[in-house]
C-alpha cells in the first residue's frame, strides 16, 4: 500500500500523543493485559537494585498510568509525566478508580526537569513501552540526561523498549495493525546497522464498509541493542548493569536477553558525580 505524506512542520509526536491522541489511545489500551506481568518485572528489578519500598518512582511519559497506579497500589510514591493531556486526564480517572495518590504533571520529557519544577529527587525513573526514540539518538542523550538531573546521585533507571536484532529478523515494509474500529497502516524501511526505522504511518477508522484516513504521518524511530543502548545511556550519565529479554508475554518472568529477545529490560545506575 503506497503512502504519500503532505509536508508539515510538527514533529510526528505532536500530531499523534497531542492533537490526535484518540487515535492512538486503542493501540495504548490493547497493552492493559500485559501490566500486572510488567509492574511484576519492574517490581522485581528495583528489588534486585536495592531500591526500598516506598521509593519515589518517576514515570516518564506514563500514558494513561497503567504503570504508574499499579505501582502506587504496591506502595511506590509516585510521579506521572506526559505530554498528552488527553492521557493525564484517563489516568488521573484510572488512579481515582483504584483509589490512590499519584501525582501527574503534563509536559515533555525532553524537559522534564523544567516540567517537574521544584519536585525533590526521585529514586528511580521509569521509561517504558518504547517511550523514547521518538527524536533520534541525541536527543535521547538529552531525554535520559534529563531522567539523571531529576533523579538522586544513587537512583536507579529501568527501561523497557523494542529490541533491535529481534525487529532485524521480522521486519516487513508493509504491516496492519487492528484496535477496535482502526486500523494502522505502516510502510517503511529499517536500517539494522543504524538502528533506524524510518516511513509512514497511516491511522484510518472504519465507517461501514469504508475507511477513512484520519491522520498520516512521517515518522522516524530509533531503536538499539544492549551495546548502543549501554553506549547512549553512558552519555547521559548512567551505566548500565543489567538487561534481560521476554517476549512480552503476560506474567512472564524476566529471561537473559538474546537476539530472539522482542523487548529488553534495561537496568542502569547513574554515574557517581565527580567533585
Known amino acids: 500500500m503506497a503512502i504519500k505524506q503532505g509536508a508539515t512542520t510538527k514533529h510526528w509526536t505532536q500530531r499523534l500523543f497531542v492533537e490526535h491522541a484518540e487515535l492512538y489511545l486503542p493501540f495504548l489500551e490493547k497493552a492493559e493485559e500485559r501490566t500486572v506481568g510488567e509492574v511484576d518485572a519492574l517490581v522485581t528489578l528495583f528489588e534486585r537494585s536495592g531500591v526500598p519500598q516506598g521509593a519515589r518512582v518517576l514515570d516518564a511519559a506514563c500514558g494513561t498510568g497503567r504503570h504508574a ?68 539518538r541525541q536527543r535521547d542523550v538529552r531525554l535520559f540526561g534529563q531522567l539523571k538531573a531529576a533523579t538522586y546521585p544513587y537512583a536507579t533507571l529501568v527501561v523497557l523498549t523494542s529490541h533491535a536484532p529481534w525487529l532485524e529478523q521480522v521486519w516487513r515494509d508493509e504491516t496492519v495493525e487492528s484496535a477496535g474500529p482502526l486500523r494502522l497502516y505502516q510502510t517503511g524501511t529499517f536500517d539494522a546497522k543504524a538502528g533506524t526505522l524510518t516511513g509512514d504511518r497511516a491511522y484510518f477508522e472504519e465507517h461501514g464498509d469504508d475507511l477513512k484516513m484520519k491522520l498520516l504521518l512521517d515518522m522516524e524511530h530509533q531503536l538499539y541493542d544492549r551495546e548502543t543502548m549501554a553506549a547512549m545511556l553512558a552519555e547521559s550519565g548512567w551505566d548500565v548493569v543489567e538487561a534481560y529479554g521476554n517476549d512480552r508475554v503476560p506474567g512472564e518472568e524476566l529471561a537473559p536477553l538474546n537476539d530472539d529477545s522482542m523487548t529488553m529490560w534495561v537496568v542502569a545506575k547513574a554515574t557517581p558525580r565527580t567533585q
Do not use: C, T
Not at 84 to 104: F, I, N, Q, T
Not at 108 to 133: C, Q, R, T, W, Y
Open 69 to 136: 497506579v499499579a505501582l502506587a497500589q504496591r506502595g511506590y510514591e509516585i510521579i506521572g509525566l506526559d505530554v498528552s493531556p488527553l492521557y493525564l486526564r484517563l489516568a488521573k480517572e484510572r488512579a481515582k478508580g483504584a483509589g490512590v495518590r499519584v501525582r501527574w504533571v503534563e509536559g515533555d520529557v525532553l524537559d522534564a526537569v523544567s516540567a517537574l519544577g521544584h519536585e525533590k529527587p526521585f529514586d528511580v525513573a521509569i521509561s517504558m513501552f518504547n517511550s523514547h526514540g521518538y527524536w533520534g
